[in-house]
């Protein structure tokens, strides 16, 4: 069965750091590129970053280069989001998304059919 499962989330003061997890179980992340997407209420859904799996290409939207940092761990079926020096317009629900990269896959922090997502973890950022 195929799951992606956040964790990390919760609440924090401006200025604070979250470590975001995404554990893949029932496929391999080799062939893989992986995202994570976050919504605030009334907002539209917004690519933060992510990272093909097979190279350890990345990308970061704008509103959070310099502060977000993915990273992968392919023997843990692991991708991590960094979050330093957090802000209130941090605040939404993550979630991590996975899109096939065979035999030729694109991906984009814009808005894009996914194949499998996770269930979200809330990240709060208090002013």
């Known amino acids: 069965q195929v799951q992606l499962v956040e964790s990390g989330g919760g609440l924090v003061q401006a200025g604070g750091s979250l470590r975001l997890s995404c554990v893949a179980s029932?496929?391999?992340?080799?062939?893989?590129?992986i995202a994570w997407v976050r919504q605030a209420p009334g907002k539209e859904r917004e690519g933060v970053s992510y990272i093909i799996s097979g190279d350890g290409s990345t990308d970061y939207a704008d509103s959070v280069k310099g502060r977000f940092t993915i990273s992968r761990d392919n023997a843990k079926n692991t991708v991590y989001l960094q979050m330093n020096s957090l802000k209130p317009e941090d605040t939404a629900v993550y979630s991590c998304?996975?899109?096939?990269?065979?035999?030729?896959?694109?991906?984009?922090?814009?808005?894009?059919?996914?194949?499998?997502w996770g269930q979200g973890t809330q990240v709060t950022v208090s002013s």
């Open positions: 029932g496929f391999t992340l080799d062939d893989y590129a």
């Open positions: 998304a996975a899109k096939s990269m065979r035999p030729f896959g694109f991906i984009s922090l814009g808005p894009i059919e996914y194949d499998y």
